[in-house]
């Protein structure tokens, strides 16, 4: 239906400019490049918390069909009613979606038991274009406590795709799955540490598996494994929960106009012997003047291939002090900062890393070639230590050769601020086609694409 309608669309614009433009005095420069910006809104199936409980959930969960291109995704827990949750009552740890290949024989077993099942052992990874390719994590989108207010929207003509049936191999097919850690922190005796996955507040002393945990590892992900529990404050109750992991996808049909990009994680722990993603960070000694009480980790890492920087944005835990990604001359290329929450309500929860700040270097203006290396360095504060920290670099790079074919011209509506329209064209020879067209087209037009644009946003889904 939606490629139906670009292409009756793409007529009436012809048709309409021939007929109606050549007097119009106020034009603007439009083609017949119409990408609808479609937003899909998702639920996850429900999980359950009692206080002080964890759920580390993965579901196979639905996802844009057909060959898109993803400008955004975004996404936060929300109760039975659709009420955003608050940091206080559950902690985000992180969420993942990934996308994997089914082998078409093994579905069946893959809805039932996702990635992890047994019974589709040739299920795998799409994975990310390189470096840590940790397991799901990563791959495609993922964020944590900051997903509210981290932007995560790709500026046109470019696009994460998926969905493109010519890297799906012959008898596979492409799904997504979705990772939820929770943790249910009403009541608890420790929020904090409830949330860095101290093992004593757990009690946990064996990883998931039952396997005893080395004796020096006091906190992170393997003491707050799914189903463990948190302690509580003495003779606290609550009920138990239903929640949802919602997220909006922001997508547009893939075309020769939309330029894909790559996803890479440059994550501080690997200096060596691996992504571990996690970290502890210590108290600073109080013998000298605590002004330079900031842990900092470097790395250095470098792209499988050169590419263009389009955005790029860091990870961190509470405590983080910002992140930055450095060229090997030194200069910086991006430095992400937490913003902490400083009130009650849901989204500004005091004291928790609520959002990350992005960068969106001018395209074309951070060149990153295979041979650079990159410095990346994470900041924590040492006022206390914590456990399971992170410090994770996500970048999205373009291929050079198709950004430089790229003209790109941006127009904003003047009556729907927000909306601009964008106009992106790969191959200059399409400009000289369509001169006659561009020049023939006048506002009315403009305002039934506005109509046509708004009408393209799907309802919920759950
Ligand atoms: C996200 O970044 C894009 C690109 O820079 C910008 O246009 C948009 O306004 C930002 N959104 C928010 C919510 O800050
Ligand atoms: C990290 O902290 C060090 C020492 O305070 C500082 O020089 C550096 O600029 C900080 N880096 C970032 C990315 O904030």
Not at 126 to 154: A, D, F, K, M, Q
Not at 307 to 327: F, N, P
Request: with cysteine; aromatic share 10%.
């Amino acid at each position: 239906m939606a490629s139906c309608s670009v292409i009756s669309f793409s007529m009436i614009f012809v048709f309409i400019g021939i007929i109606h433009g050549w007097g119009t005095s106020s034009f603007d420069a439009l083609t017949s490049v119409d990408l609808v910006n479609r937003k899909s809104v998702y639920r996850t199936p429900a999980f359950i918390l009692t206080p002080g409980e964890v759920s580390n959930k993965y579901y196979r969960v639905e996802f844009p069909k057909g060959h898109v291109g993803v400008r955004g995704f975004d996404a936060e827990v929300v109760d039975e009613a659709g009420n955003p949750v608050s940091l206080f009552e559950v902690y985000l740890h992180h969420w993942i979606a990934y996308n994997v290949y089914v082998k078409k024989t093994e579905k069946e077993a893959f809805l039932k038991e996702g990635y992890y099942g047994s019974n589709n052992p040739s299920t795998r990874f799409v994975g990310n274009s390189g470096l840590c390719r940790y397991g799901p994590g990563s791959t495609s989108w993922g964020l944590g406590s900051e997903t509210r207010h981290t932007n995560t929207t790709i500026p046109p003509p470019y696009a994460v795709e998926i969905g493109n049936s010519k890297k799906i191999p012959d008898g596979y097919e492409e799904m997504w799955e979705f990772n939820v850690h929770a943790i249910d922190t009403r009541g608890v005796e420790d929020r904090p540490g409830c949330t860095e996955c101290r093992c004593d507040l757990y009690g946990v002393a064996n990883d998931e598996h039952g396997l005893p945990l080395p004796k020096d590892y006091i906190g992170g992900f393997a003491c707050c494994y799914d189903g463990t529990k948190c302690r509580l404050k003495e003779g606290f109750e609550s009920t138990k929960r239903t929640l949802y992991m919602q997220y909006t996808i922001r997508w547009v049909e893939w075309s020769e106009h939309v330029v894909p990009l790559k996803k890479y994680l440059i994550d501080v722990t690997n200096t060596g012997s691996g992504c571990k993603a996690e970290y502890n960070t210590p108290t600073c000694s109080m013998s000298g003047f605590p002004t330079d009480c900031i842990d900092t980790r470097e790395t250095t890492a470098s792209l499988p291939e050169d590419g263009i920087l389009i955005y790029a944005a860091a990870h961190q835990h509470t405590g983080g002090r910002g992140a930055g990604l450095y060229s090997a001359n030194g200069e910086e290329i991006c430095r992400s900062i937490p913003t902490y929450g400083i009130g009650s309500e849901t989204g500004n929860e005091a004291g928790y890393v609520v959002g990350m700040s992005a960068c969106y270097p001018e395209p074309g203006s951070v060149k990153i070639s295979s041979k650079d290396i990159l410095r990346l360095q994470s900041n924590y504060t040492t006022l206390r230590g914590r456990t399971g920290v992170m410090g994770i670099f996500n970048i999205l790079v373009a291929s050079p050769g198709d950004t430089a074919s790229i003209i790109s011209v941006k127009k904003s509506d003047p009556l729907h601020s927000g909306h601009g329209i964008e106009v992106t064209l790969n191959h200059p020879f399409v400009i000289v086609g369509l001169v006659g067209v561009i020049a023939a087209i006048g506002l009315a037009l403009f305002y039934q694409v506005r109509k046509k644009q708004s009408e393209g946003y799907q309802a919920l889904s759950t």
